[in-house]
């Protein structure tokens, strides 16, 4: 079985580096990557690569239950997974203005509430 935590490997760090170069600075970006918040072992590593581009999101699973966290700037939203023992899927709504990200729970059949589940929060999205 492979590590539960691990690091981004050098390869997509210096990929994703090389394609945020070509964009322009205020264009709003989400990272979509295997690895979740809490099972990324070089965050910083991360941060750094993204520098003062517009990444409004980095988006991961790994660990199959919904997070939200907040690091060094940046918001780290983690997907759930419906055919484990959770029983949430997220629902993403972005305007230029706004990113939200709620979980909804199809057991309970409720919205999930919870500033560690729930994402909302003002971006510099599209024009």
Not at 8 to 13: G, K, N, P, T
Not at 46 to 65: A, C, E, F, P, Q
Request: hydrophobic share 35%; charged share 25%; with cysteine.
């Amino acid at each position: 079985k492979g590590k539960p935590a691990q690091p981004l490997v050098r390869e997509a760090l210096a990929y994703l580096k090389e394609q945020l170069a070509r964009l322009p600075r205020e264009k709003p970006v989400v990272i979509f990557t295997h690895l979740c918040h809490d099972a990324m072992t070089n965050r910083d590593e991360l941060v750094d690569t993204i520098g003062k581009s517009n990444v409004i999101m980095v988006l991961g699973g790994h660990y199959h239950y919904s997070s939200v966290n907040q690091y060094r700037g940046l918001t780290f939203v983690q997907l759930p997974s419906p055919k484990s023992k959770f029983t949430e899927f997220t629902v993403f709504q972005v305007t230029k203005d706004r990113l939200i990200a709620t979980p909804y729970d199809f057991k309970k059949k409720a919205w999930v509430t919870g500033s560690r589940k729930v994402l909302d929060k003002k971006i510099k999205g599209p024009q």
